[in-house]
T-cell receptor, first 107, second 115 residues
Framework: RKEVEQDPGPFNVPEGATVAFNCTYS??????FFWYRQDCRKEPKLLMS???SGNEDGRFTAQLNRASQYISLLIRDSKLSDSATYLC????????FGPGTSLSVIP | EPEVTQTPSHQVTQMGQEVILRCVPI?????FYWYRQILGQKVEFLVS????????KSEIFDDQFSVERPDGSNFTLKIRSTKLEDSAMYFC?????????????FGQGTRLTVV
């Protein structure tokens, strides 16, 4: 089983839609969890950390379920500028990036 | 806003040649990292560096790779004898504290093409 797995995508959604990304991880000792965003041919940038209690930042909500080893990212009212690849990142003694899920928001 | 800078943005080299990729981390950061991303594939951790020594490295980071902080500002990745499969985007990152607990800021990357 891969260390971090994500929905394969791509996700093509209309503007204003709500979209959810899922991520699972294999190492139960994982300590920290993040969502990064990567635009085409650009560097990854931190979108948000993921806490056990769940956290929200504007249109973005991240959730963590340690028992199921599952992380999610919800984007509400999606905008054209949300089009990117979303990377799930999990850490224990090293930092592991998931393969990413591509999102295209269509006018 | 402080940023991580990498040079060059694109490097083309012949197979078997040595390359040095350069990075200037954010000035008050203490932890430094190299990642690579082969075209169309995921971001892969190579190495982390703290207090002038390697703190962690992945299986990818074999004897052909080395890192150095030759002065107070630069952080370099050397690939001794490049192979075709080394072609990738190489990202440098730095953080104030030990990643993962502190956000790592990424440079814009160096695209290495081995021909």
């Amino acid at each position: 089983r891969k260390e971090v797995e994500q929905d394969p995508g791509p996700f093509n959604v209309p503007e204003g839609a709500t979209v959810a990304f899922n991520c699972t991880y294999s190492n139960s000792a994982s300590q920290s969890f993040f969502w990064y965003r990567q635009d085409c041919r650009k560097e990854p940038k931190l979108l948000m950390s993921v806490y056990s209690s769940g956290n929200e930042d504007g249109r973005f909500t991240a959730q963590l379920n340690r028992a199921s080893q599952y992380i999610s990212l919800l984007i509400r009212d999606s905008k054209l500028s949300d089009s990117a690849t979303y990377l799930c990142v999990v850490t224990y003694d090293k930092v592991i990036f998931g393969p990413g899920t591509s999102l295209s928001v269509i006018p | 806003e402080p940023e991580v800078t990498q040079t060059p943005s694109h490097q083309v080299t012949q197979m078997g040649q040595e390359v040095i990729l350069r990075c200037v981390p954010i000035s008050n950061h203490l932890y430094f990292y190299w990642y690579r991303q082969i075209l169309g594939q995921k971001v892969e951790f190579l190495v982390s560096f703290y207090n002038n020594e390697i703190s962690e490295k992945s299986e990818i980071f074999d004897d052909q790779f080395s890192v150095e902080r030759p002065d107070g500002s630069n952080f370099t990745l050397k690939i001794r004898s490049t192979k075709l499969e080394d072609s990738a985007m190489y990202f440098c990152a730095s953080s104030e504290g030990r990643n993962p607990n502190t956000e790592a800021f990424f440079g814009q990357g160096t695209r290495l093409t081995v021909v």
